[in-house]
């Protein structure tokens, strides 16, 4: 996966879940084996096996005091991965005390859970399910012998996880001090952005659980210091940064409980929102500007203007020929209603929350905002 011959922007990499598991299983095999090897052959949560280079392979100690240390850089392949390059490692120890148990330990750099809602254990090491069982499976597939007598204790971490942990979302999940080990299959997908996909759904799950009823969805950071604003009296996690993710967050809304949704954004997202996209990244759809020309003649703007805008290749053209024609604030309140009509129909969300759509202009400023009937 890693061929030079494979055209860039298409080669695809490993998750920390996956080059974790490479780790420890490469100690594990040294502590059966008395050296830790230099390429190792790892089984992925998929199915899929694959060698990874091992590096800083090493056996330390004698008897039940015996431990082994490896470590595998990860490879995000063509994805724009903020832990591409982590050093993922992985030291493994005897424990005499408990024959045949593998437990599993976060190390510096790996995150510690301090909030609920996330499917681990308060306290615990931001470990996701599957890349624990897969360590665990990798652990037991070299070392079965050894736990027939002793028991193994794996700790994972990622000396520059502290600082790699700045440019993720985990600080407001709760999760503090590194980097979450994560991954479902093993492979990392060239901008498949999966780990924030993830990460949006966690967002929601952590809100759901602070018993105020709401999540506050947005677009980007702008959108969401606006939204703070409008709800002071929410703490930060209610508010999630849903980036083009609307469908995985409402369905996990829904999947929660929550009775409210609020959605902050700005003109071109809420404009893919009314048209009927719910995952709106650039190259998903087009912007429907002949919606936006409907909505402009539906406030009254002239049909020459009505005509530009529906030829237009942007929403934000249709927004500077409002704010001309002293329409903005109607214009947008036009568009805000279109959204909630839009995700409050019987076939998509109908009434499982009471939604309220805020709009901003590009520097934060409120415009408009609608609401669905309570």
Same mark, same amino acid.
């Given at each position: 996966m890693m061929d030079k011959t494979v055209k860039r922007g298409t080669r695809t990499g490993f998750t920390t879940g996956a080059c974790a598991a490479a780790a420890a299983r490469a100690a594990a095999l040294g502590l059966v084996e008395g050296t830790v090897p230099a390429e190792i052959e790892s089984l992925l949560p998929n199915g899929d096996r694959v060698r990874f280079v091992v590096h800083d392979g090493r056996c330390e100690g004698e008897g039940t005091g015996r431990s082994a240390h490896a470590m595998v850089v990860k490879f995000a392949g063509d994805d724009p991965d903020c832990t591409d390059?982590? %050093?993922? /490692?992985?030291?493994?120890? &005897?424990?005499?005390?408990?024959?045949? &148990?593998? $437990?599993? %330990?976060?190390?510096?750099?790996?995150? $510690?859970?301090?909030?609920?809602?996330?499917?681990?254990?308060?306290?615990?090491?931001?470990?996701?399910?599957?890349? !624990?069982?897969?360590?665990?499976?990798?652990?037991?597939?070299?070392?079965?012998?050894?736990?027939?007598?002793?028991?193994?204790?794996? /700790?994972?971490?990622?000396?520059?996880?502290?600082?790699?942990? @700045? @440019?993720?979302?985990?600080?407001?999940? +709760?999760?503090?001090? +590194?980097?979450?080990?994560?991954?479902? /299959?093993?492979?990392? @997908?060239?901008?498949? *952005?999966?780990?924030? !996909?993830?990460?949006?759904?966690? +967002?929601?799950?952590?809100?759901? /659980?602070?018993? %105020? +009823?709401?999540?506050?969805? *947005?677009?980007?950071?702008? $959108?969401?210091?606006?939204?703070?604003?409008? !709800?002071?009296?929410?703490?930060?996690?209610?508010?999630?940064?849903?980036?083009?993710?609307l469908r995985y967050a409402l369905d996990e809304a829904v999947a929660q409980g929550l009775r409210e949704v609020v959605i902050g954004g700005m003109v071109g997202k809420l404009t893919k929102i009314a048209q009927g996209e719910t995952i709106t990244h650039a190259n998903r759809a087009e912007v429907d500007t002949g919606l936006l020309a409907e909505l402009a003649a539906g406030i009254g703007a002239p049909l020459d203007e009505c005509a530009a805008i529906a030829a237009a290749e942007t929403a934000r053209f249709a927004a500077e020929r409002m704010e001309a024609l002293g329409l903005l604030n109607e214009f947008h309140a036009a568009l805000a209603q279109k959204v909630v009509a839009t995700l409050t129909a019987p076939e998509r969300y109908g009434l499982r929350f009471h939604l309220q759509v805020l709009v901003c202009d590009f520097e934060g400023r409120k415009i408009a905002e609608a609401s669905s009937a309570r």
């Open positions: 390059g982590a %050093h993922l /490692t992985a030291d493994v120890q &005897v424990d005499a005390a408990r024959p045949g &148990v593998v $437990t599993l %330990h976060g190390g510096f750099g790996v995150g $510690t859970v301090t909030m609920a809602g996330l499917g681990l254990e308060v306290g615990g090491p931001a470990i996701n399910p599957v890349p !624990r069982a897969n360590i665990e499976v990798n652990v037991r597939e070299v070392a079965a012998g050894l736990l027939d007598e002793v028991g193994l204790s794996v /700790t994972i971490s990622v000396p520059q996880g502290v600082e790699m942990a @700045k @440019k993720t979302l985990n600080a407001r999940l +709760g999760i503090l001090g +590194g980097i979450s080990i994560l991954g479902t /299959t093993g492979i990392v @997908k060239p901008y498949s *952005t999966s780990a924030y !996909r993830a990460s949006v759904v966690q +967002g929601v799950q952590v809100a759901a /659980t602070l018993g %105020h +009823g709401v999540v506050v969805l *947005t677009t980007g950071g702008r $959108t969401e210091q606006f939204a703070m604003r409008e !709800r002071p009296a929410l703490p930060a996690a209610c508010f999630v940064q849903m980036g083009d993710f």
